[in-house]
């Protein structure tokens, strides 16, 4: 069964029929030798002309966002890394004097090497250590002194979901993927008030928690000197409101870069970055060929972000490649004979049958789905 969400950030279309699950849409497309459209708010962004950049600064326009954020929710909750992309939305938080109810640091706690001297992409939860933690206590001792500091662990959690057989089933239902999200540790993201009973209980107060998540820098391309950006599904897919149970509460999703009314916010940093280019006389098809490695982020990220009031303490490098169980994700399958590996490993293979071999990256060792990009808009020469 289709069951379609308008109001979900991103879906697929199939014929002129709206999906928000990727595997329901492939399963779609297959059945009629189709093809899949990854729209990402096509109707509004495409009453922009994306060659026309905003006369506000990025500074104001993040302000404008962060309080509109605040003026919509009751409870605002900003998931925090501790990386450039949320950096920033703290910053802006509290250079202009608006309130924050959270800070949530999360991760797989049970994976973190706590030496400093390791910054590979295996150890990128470190950061919640040596960079979130810290910079959230600072932040909250000099600016905002109600904020609430989480720190989670949710190892245990993900475990407990592929333990059951029956939920880890639910969580594999085509129509519950949203976006291809089948790695064990994304099952965190789609139900944060099972895990922290405190979310269910303000929600069933008839308040409205609003999940902010620091996504995604512009992703830019040049075309014959004309730079262009669209949009990837599978950088978008944690905002996704699909859940991986039958809880029935409302959750909120929050882009604070790419939402429904931010089109002035991307259009603005995609200037940024093209004026940037042109102004230093820079290659501009660097960004068709450049690897998305920590260098690239941190390249593009000087561009469009001002200058931290929070350093950056410590970063590790990024995963490349096309990887389902990503580096941090080693305590789920230190034991392949415990019944939450098997349950997962089962729903991957079921799936990996199911879905033709064209949507999938070759040569992973489990199914890995292609990214799709949304139309592209034009941020002209």
């Known amino acids: 069964m289709n069951n379609y969400d308008s109001s979900s950030a991103g879906h697929y279309v199939v014929n002129n029929v709206g999906y928000n699950s990727k595997i329901s849409a492939i399963l779609a497309a297959e059945k009629i030798n189709g093809d899949i459209k990854f729209d990402f708010y096509d109707s509004i962004y495409s009453k922009f002309d994306w060659a026309a950049e ?21 409870y605002l909750v900003l998931h925090f890394s501790g990386g450039s992309d949320s950096n ?9 004097h608006i309130p924050l109810d959270e800070v949530l640091i999360r991760g797989p706690m049970a994976s973190v090497d706590t030496n400093d001297n390791n910054t590979t992409a295996g150890n990128m939860y470190a950061e919640i250590l040596f960079n979130a933690y810290p910079i959230a206590n600072y932040v909250k001792n000099t600016y905002m002194p109600n904020l609430k500091i989480r720190v989670v662990d949710h190892s245990e959690y993900v475990i407990d979901i592929y333990s059951d057989t029956k939920k880890t089933e ?25 895990w922290i009973p405190e979310y269910a209980g303000i929600a069933e107060r008839g308040k409205r928690i609003g999940h902010i998540f620091g996504t995604e820098k512009p992703n830019m391309f040049v075309d014959h000197g004309e730079f262009k950006l669209h949009f990837l599904d599978k950088a978008l897919q ?9 809880i029935d509460l409302p959750v909120y999703k929050e882009s604070f870069y790419c939402a429904a009314n931010t089109a002035s916010v991307i259009i603005k940093q995609a200037h940024a970055i093209k004026n940037y280019f042109k102004n230093n006389n820079l290659d501009s098809t660097w960004l068709n060929t450049a690897i998305r490695n920590r260098a690239y982020h941190d390249f593009i990220a000087k561009i469009i972000y001002p200058p931290r009031i929070c350093p950056l303490l410590f970063t590790t490098e990024k995963v490349m490649g096309n990887v389902v169980i990503m580096p941090w994700e080693r305590y789920f399958i230190e034991d392949v004979n415990a019944a939450h590996y098997i349950n997962w490993k089962n729903n991957i ?22 990214g799709i990009f949304s139309k592209s808009y034009s941020i002209g020469f």
């Open 349 to 370: 293979d079921q799936l990996d049958k199911i879905v033709p071999d064209k949507y999938k990256h070759p040569d992973t060792d489990f199914l890995s789905l292609q």
């Open 88 to 96: 920033n939305i703290l910053d802006t938080f509290i250079k202009n």
């Open 238 to 246: 944690h905002i996704h409101t699909n859940r991986a149970t039958d």
């Open 54 to 74: 905003p006369a506000e600064t990025l500074e104001q326009l993040y302000c404008r966002r962060a309080l509109e954020l605040r003026a919509e929710y009751d």
């Open 170 to 194: 639910n969580g594999f239902n085509p129509d519950t993927i949203g976006m291809g999200a089948i790695g064990p540790n994304l099952a965190a993201g789609r139900d944060y008030d099972k």
